[in-house]
């Protein structure tokens, strides 16, 4: 139950992939036959994954993973904004920064907010310490576990050129207000010099709600394959790249992605799935006294896959719970955060979980495979590892 972290490959993909590892070895960009069928294979990939998040084809570069999806958005952002000063200058317009009385433009200002992944807080953190960029870390409410729209707003600048917010939270699954976010920015943006870009990182999202990246006015929107039964590739969503949306490229080689990402692409990618399934919840075992759901939050849509939750009492931190389960295998957060020992998640504490509770946090989050007697059977294992804990005590 820690599909969040990862999900393995569907039947189906295994099979296409092997299929295309046989006949399509070739580099797609040759013109022999098995690179023809290498580049059909990528093209009908690319349309798949425009088609599951409502975009065109065109609107797709594929990356290695998320990760790099996320840092190819804040180095185009901070590029866009560089060259809107450029054109700005060119045009005789100078602006007067507040603080030194000077000419020069202000540092290009970031939005994200403080429950992200660590492939955009850590970037952020990064450009901050590098002096590259100014970066402001909005608080989710301790009330609805979400960023709220109006903390955003209050916190933009003159020289904002990028917000990036997670469509959903990967350990509470707290949906984030998107949508009404890129509504109130657009606005925004009509009475700006510098456009703001807007982000989402939906790796969670994908194959769990519907996710459409147009109806949700994001600009730039992350997909991660593994995240929904697909291999371990990421794509970034792009609205117009180069055209409507600015798009940089990070790294320089070959014309491959239009000259965006440059790379062989690997056939890997070619089947994506978008299912979900089961909630899980354990009051009726424990006592409603005994359980807290960290991912309740009112007014707060959340994952149908994803719950957290801290079965309380002394000595039932979430690892030693888990490491008492004979069955259930799971995770106490986001798997890349495992190095960090027995501290408490940083994004629990965020939404005003209290550190005692959040210590004995649990994050089960189910896939499309999971049945409801294999949650009867975690509940049950659950139980029993609580029990031998609580008779060490």
């Known amino acids: 139950m820690d599909y969040n972290a990862?999900?393995?490959?569907?039947?189906?993909?295994?099979?296409?992939?092997?299929?295309?590892?046989?006949?399509?070895?070739?580099?797609?960009?040759?013109?022999?036959?098995?690179?023809?069928?290498?580049?059909?294979i990528i093209t009908q990939a690319r349309e798949n994954v425009a088609r599951m998040v409502g975009g065109k084809a065109d609107d797709i570069i594929f990356t290695s993973g998320g990760t790099e999806a996320n840092n190819l958005v804040f180095h185009s952002a901070l590029e866009a904004y560089r060259e809107s000063c450029r054109t700005?200058?060119?045009?005789?317009?100078?602006?007067?920064?507040?603080?030194?009385?000077?000419?020069?433009?202000?540092?290009?200002?970031?939005?994200?907010?403080?429950?992200?992944?660590?492939?955009?807080?850590?970037?952020?953190?990064?450009?901050l310490k590098d002096a590259t960029a100014d970066v402001t870390s909005v608080a989710v409410s301790k009330v609805t576990g979400r960023?709220?729209?109006?903390?955003?707003?209050?916190?933009?600048?003159?020289?904002?050129?990028?917000?990036?917010?997670?469509?959903?939270?990967?350990?509470?699954?707290?949906?984030?207000?998107?949508?009404?976010?890129?509504?109130?920015?657009?606005?925004?943006?009509?009475?700006?010099?510098?456009?703001?870009?807007?982000?989402?990182?939906?790796?969670?999202?994908?194959?769990?709600?519907?996710?459409?990246?147009?109806?949700?006015?994001?600009?730039?929107?992350?997909?991660?394959?593994?995240?929904?039964?697909a291999p371990r590739m990421g794509a970034l969503y792009v609205n117009g790249p180069g055209t409507t949306t600015p798009l940089y490229p990070m790294l320089f080689g070959g014309g491959q992605e239009r000259n965006f990402r440059p790379?062989?692409?690997?056939?890997?990618?070619?089947?994506?799935?978008?299912?979900?399934?089961?909630?899980?919840?354990?009051?009726?075992?424990?006592?409603?006294?005994?359980?807290?759901?960290n991912s309740h939050f009112p007014d707060s849509e959340t994952l149908p896959n994803t719950c957290n939750v801290s079965i309380l009492g002394a000595g039932l931190q979430g690892r030693k719970v888990l490491s008492c389960c004979r069955r259930l295998l799971a995770s106490v957060g986001a798997a890349c955060h495992s190095h960090r020992g027995d501290r408490p998640s940083h994004i629990l504490l965020s939404c005003g979980i209290p550190e005692e509770v959040a210590a004995n946090a649990l994050r089960l989050s189910v896939g499309r495979g999971t049945s409801r007697a294999e949650v009867g059977l975690v509940v049950e294992d659950l139980k029993n590892a609580v029990e031998r804990l609580e008779g060490l005590n």
């Open 6 to 40: 990862t999900t393995p490959l569907e039947p189906q993909v295994i099979q296409a992939v092997t299929e295309a590892l046989h006949e399509a070895w070739g580099n797609p960009s040759s013109t022999y036959t098995p690179g023809v069928k290498a580049k059909k």
């Open 147 to 229: 960023v709220e729209v109006e903390d955003v707003l209050a916190a933009v600048r003159p020289s904002t050129c990028l917000i990036s917010i997670m469509m959903a939270n990967n350990e509470t699954g707290v949906l984030m207000p998107i949508r009404e976010l890129c509504q109130r920015v657009r606005f925004v943006n009509r009475q700006r010099q510098h456009r703001i870009l807007l982000h989402t990182d939906a790796a969670q999202a994908i194959g769990k709600v519907r996710v459409d990246a147009r109806d949700l006015g994001v600009d730039y929107l992350t997909i991660v394959g593994h995240k929904f039964y």
């Open 263 to 293: 790379g062989t692409c690997p056939i890997a990618m070619t089947s994506v799935s978008n299912k979900c399934l089961l909630l899980c919840v354990a009051k009726a075992i424990f006592g409603r006294e005994r359980i807290h759901f």
């Open 88 to 127: 700005a200058e060119q045009r005789g317009e100078r602006h007067r920064h507040e603080n030194s009385g000077t000419s020069a433009w202000p540092l290009p200002h970031i939005l994200v907010s403080n429950v992200e992944h660590d492939s955009v807080r850590l970037t952020a953190e990064h450009l």
